[in-house]
Each structure stands twice: as structure tokens, then as C-alpha cells.
């Protein structure tokens, strides 16, 4: 874009030449922008040095615009309302809005505030939201600006904001025809004897637990690795593994072959966050999505 033009001129005086082309006078056009009359007088002078042309010729009617000054009447009656939208502050309506909203985060977080975002997208056509599939570059992908809005247990990058959505317990789901399925809570032993279905979320982890046995010292047992934890669940059935899933997931499970046991208190809850680039923070349309998802998900 050329702006060899623009260079030479003070575009803060875009204000008072509408002002002084519509009111075809010094006077009234200074109380019209707030300025004193010789501010504006002088204001005038420098738009005829500028534009090469007097715009405003007395006459014994009073002023009269040049037929340059209705040509630049007419071009500002378009370009002022744009400067507005485009100097002013930014609002967002989701009603007529038409934006796309990026997320990544795992199966766990696309079930758990899938429905709630659905039902609330229902009434705002115009929106849109995609969970992108999770992998373990989630973090570069935010900080390159591929997802609006990452879900997770940890926060590796401290260029990152991240806030707590909330505290997540687990649980250990098994068959109900296995042997522990008959206690409240497994014991860290319990836990540690069996053959475990893992569902691997980061670098071939499942890491707000295998993070945890690692502090400890500890190993569980991986039979199997699965990526999404709803694999993990249908695995479960007819055999002797067992799968620390999130409760909030398990917690809606209607299905006899299955039972639900508390995992060693060992197992701490995980932390889990949203986290976006610091450069969205004060983004309208941002905002909203986060307030949106914060609503949901106290609402899980």
C-alpha cells in the first residue's frame, strides 16, 4: 500500500474539515469538535495548504463549499463511519457473529464440554467450533496461533496463560467380574499388581497419572495403549485390565459389565486447564469463548 501521500498530512485534522464541511462555519464547527475558534481557523488554513484548494469561499450567503470540498464531503461521508470502526473499541455479538473458534484438547475434553457447547451453539447459527485432534505439538500449535484454545493437564510453556477449569478425581474402571471389582478404592499394591489399558495422551503417557508413579518411583503394568480413553473404556470388557480414567467421563456409564472403583488416593487429581497465547487475552470474541467454556464446565 502506497502512502507517499498520507505521509504529508495530519490525519487528525480528518475531524475538523468534516466539521467545517458540513457546518460552513468556523464557529459552529469549533463547539461541534471541541476546539477554540483560532484552533479552528488555523485547523482551516492548513487543510487549504494541504489540499491546494480554499473548500470554503465566503459569499454574501455566508461560506460555500468548492466543488472540491463536495467531492471530499461525499468521500468522507464513507470514510469517517470505517476510521470509527476500525479506531474504536472492538465489541462482539455472538448473535450475528460468524467466527470459527479453534480447540484441541484429547476425546476427554471434546466429551465432557462437547454437548454443553452444542446446546449452546444451538441458538447462534453463525458460529462455529472444531475440536482439532490432539497430539503432542498442542502447545507449539497455540503459540503459533493454529488453535484458539487448548485443554490439558499440564502447561509445559510458560509464554502460555492457563487457567483451572477444575480438579478432576480418578477412577478405575473394570470389568465387573474381576477380582477387585468388589472394593471401594484400590491400594496402591492393588493398583500396581494389575495389567493396565493406558491411554496415551502425551510423549506415550498418560501423564497426570504415570507423571504422578514417576514422582513415587513407581511403574504400573501397560498391556495395551490406546489413544482416546473411549477406547480404553471399550477395551475393558471380558478381560482383567484396568483404566484410570477421568471420573467425570465414567461417571454416566450405564453398563453392568462394567464397575467403577476409586483409584489409590496415590493417584491425585489432575489439574485440568484451558490455555491460550497471551496475545488473545483481550480479544472480544476471545473472551467470550473463554467465558463460554468456563460456564460449561462448571456445569460438568
Known sequence: MRTTQLQRVDLNLLVALAALLEERHVSRAADRIGLSQPATSRA??????????????RTRDGYQLTPRAERIQRELAGILPRLEVLFGTEGFDPATATDDFR????????????????????????????????????FEDVSHGLVDLAFAA????????????????????????NPLADREALSLQDFLGVAHVVVDVLQGEQSAVDRRLTELGLHRRATLSVPYHTAAILAIPETPLVATLPERLVSTLDNPALKVVAAPPEV?????????????????????????????????
Open 154 to 177: 499440564v502447561s509445559i510453556d510458560p509464554t502460555l496463560r492457563s487457567e483451572l477449569l477444575f480438579d478432576e478425581r480418578f477412577v478405575c474402571l473394570m470389568a465387573a467380574a
Open 44 to 57: 482551516l488554513q492548513r487543510l487549504r495548504r494541504t489540499l491546494d484548494d480554499e473548500l470554503l469561499v
Open 268 to 300: 491425585e487429581p489432575m489439574p485440568y486447564l484451558m490455555t491460550w497465547h497471551p496475545r488473545l487475552d483481550d480479544d472480544p470474541a476471545q473472551r467470550w469463548l473463554r467465558d463460554l467454556v468456563r460456564v460449561v464446565a462448571a456445569q460438568t
Open 103 to 138: 480447540l484441541m484438547g484429547t476425546d476427554f475434553a471434546a466429551t465432557i464440554f462437547g454437548p454443553g457447547l452444542a446446546r449452546r451453539l444451538s441458538d447462534l447459527p453463525g458460529i462455529s467450533m472444531t475440536f482439532r485432534q490432539w497430539h503432542d505439538g498442542v
